[in-house]
């Protein structure tokens, strides 16, 4: 066998779709976590100099944020490593199917782990859809923060009605107590809190870190179909070698027989 006929061999035994999901998968949990960690930090610097000078009533939040922050790292460290599982999962399964006539066989213990992924995945893809719809809140929230600026900008531009009179209230949203001060910010300061570096930044932050969150969740689905798939394929793959071997052992014995009948032939003759 040549140099090319070794490549295409090799080639071929690729895991094509399994690959393309753990990219995927890698990509999204690297959005997600990189940029939800720093436009949590944004958010928190935002209320702290715009909604809730006082420390203690934003202290919770905080506390909140930051214990976020450590889940980040450990999704980050998880998926890593599930994602690499789940690729060499890819692999095996792939050389168990185009070897299925060789000398590589099939296992209980490969099945089961390969069902045991297909639970496992399924689980995890049903809590990325929470981590997605929650990671849309944060966007749902500076959207409005962002229309009300937009809606100011335009009064001031139209000479119609004063500015002062819109505001936005961050207490109504829960994230921080009614006796927080001021906890909320009309007009110009509103404006200007539009403006500033830290809301672009976090506003923007969250909408990828939302994106990211569905990219998972896309690669999650798209790993439960490869591994449903390739279940099935093993499965076949265990049918078949025990239907080989069955065949295997009744021709052995049909030879067993023809060659003692030639025996006994041999010895009437």
């Known amino acids: 066998?040549?140099?090319?006929?070794?490549?295409?061999?090799?080639?071929?035994?690729?895991?094509?779709?399994?690959?393309?999901?753990?990219?995927?998968c890698f990509s999204g949990v690297a959005l997600f976590c990189?940029?939800?960690h720093v436009a949590l930090t944004g958010t928190v610097s935002i209320l702290e100099q715009h909604f809730s000078t006082n420390a203690s009533d934003h202290a919770l939040?905080?506390?909140?944020?930051?214990?976020?922050?450590?889940?980040?790292?450990?999704?980050?460290?998880?998926f890593f490593l599930y994602g690499i599982i789940l690729l060499a999962e890819g692999f095996y399964t792939t050389s168990a199917v185009k070897e299925l006539h060789g000398e590589f066989k099939t296992t209980a213990c490969?099945?089961?782990?390969?069902?045991?992924?297909?639970?496992?995945?399924?689980?995890?893809?049903?809590?990325?859809?929470?981590?997605?719809?929650f990671s849309a809140v944060p966007v749902?929230?500076?959207?409005?923060?962002?229309?009300?600026?937009?809606?100011?900008?335009?009064?001031?531009?139209?000479?119609?009605?004063?500015?002062?009179?819109?505001?936005?209230?961050?207490r109504q949203y829960g994230i921080i107590p009614?006796?927080?001060?001021?906890?909320?910010?009309?007009?110009?300061?509103l404006e200007n809190i539009c403006n500033t570096n830290e809301f672009y930044m976090s506003y923007h932050l969250f909408i990828v870190a939302c994106a990211g969150a569905g990219a998972t969740v896309?690669?999650?689905?798209?790993?439960l179909m490869i591994l449903s798939s390739n279940w099935a394929y093993l499965k076949?793959?265990?049918?078949?070698?025990?239907?080989?071997?069955?065949?295997?052992?009744?021709?052995?014995?049909?030879?067993?027989?023809?060659?003692?009948?030639?025996?006994?032939?041999?010895?009437?003759?």
């Open 1 to 24: 066998m040549g140099c090319f006929e070794c490549c295409i061999k090799c080639l071929g035994g690729v895991p094509y779709a399994s690959l393309v999901a753990t990219i995927l």
């Open 34 to 36: 990189g940029c939800g």
């Open 61 to 78: 939040l905080s506390e909140v944020i930051q214990l976020m922050q450590y889940v980040i790292y450990g999704i980050a460290s998880f």
């Open 110 to 133: 490969g099945r089961c782990i390969s069902g045991m992924f297909v639970f496992l995945t399924y689980v995890l893809g049903v809590a990325w859809l929470g981590v997605f719809g």
């Open 140 to 170: 749902f929230m500076f959207y409005n923060i962002w229309s009300t600026c937009e809606v100011i900008k335009s009064l001031q531009t139209n000479m119609t009605v004063p500015g002062d009179q819109i505001c936005v209230d961050i």
């Open 178 to 189: 009614w006796n927080a001060v001021p906890g909320k910010a009309c007009g110009p300061i």
């Open 218 to 223: 896309i690669a999650l689905i798209h790993f």
């Open 236 to 269: 076949d793959a265990s049918k078949m070698q025990a239907y080989q071997d069955i065949k295997a052992k009744e021709e052995q014995e049909l030879q067993d027989i023809q060659s003692r009948s030639k025996e006994q032939l041999n010895s009437y003759t």
